[in-house]
């Protein structure tokens, strides 16, 4: 397992759509551990894969709950609303007020390859639509209504 690099932001590796994750095999997992090394490491919550230079629909969240893994998630039902602090490992030493839902169903494969699907609350939910974001190039900081310095 190893550390890598954070891209940080005008770095047109966030801007990209990523692609679907084809094969379950040590490369994948090797990219997984090695992301959970590098978010561990940096304090975050979650980390997408164009965060390391790999435009793969591939994330995880490290919340309250535990932590996740989704390979080609699909946000498949959101409901209500919440209003709250977000920040980036991408997007460093900033902090933004995002709207997101309070409540999304999301299915998706764990590293195997298996289907599972759950349901994500609160900062969960934030955490979850936030990486999945990161997938279609989008940042934290298109949607925040007020962007402040750390
Ligand atoms: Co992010």
């Known amino acids: 397992m190893a550390i ?9 590796t966030l801007r990209k759509k990523c692609f679907e994750v084809t094969s379950f095999d040590q ?19 979650g980390l997408a894969g164009p965060q390391v230079g790999v435009l793969r629909r591939v ?14 998630p699909v946000i498949v039902s959101v409901s ?3 209003s709250g602090k ?11 007020e995002v709207t997101r839902p309070k409540k999304v169903v999301i299915k998706a494969q764990d590293r195997f390859g ?17 990486e999945y974001d ?10 925040a209504t007020e962007i402040v310095n750390d």
């Open 59 to 72: 994330f995880f969240v490290d919340v309250e709950e535990g932590y996740f893994e989704f390979v080609n």
């Open 80 to 82: 209500g609303t919440q």
């Open 134 to 143: 990161h997938l279609d190039g989008i940042l934290y900081i298109d949607k």
């Open 4 to 12: 890598r690099n954070i891209v940080q932001v005008g770095d047109e």
């Open 114 to 130: 298996n289907a599972f699907s759950l349901t994500a609350k609160d900062f969960f939910a934030r955490a979850v639509c936030h």
């Open 27 to 45: 490369k994948l997992w090797t990219l997984l551990d090695d992301m959970k090394d590098t978010v561990r490491k940096a304090e975050g919550a």
């Open 86 to 96: 977000e920040g980036c490992l991408s997007v460093k030493g900033k902090w933004g």
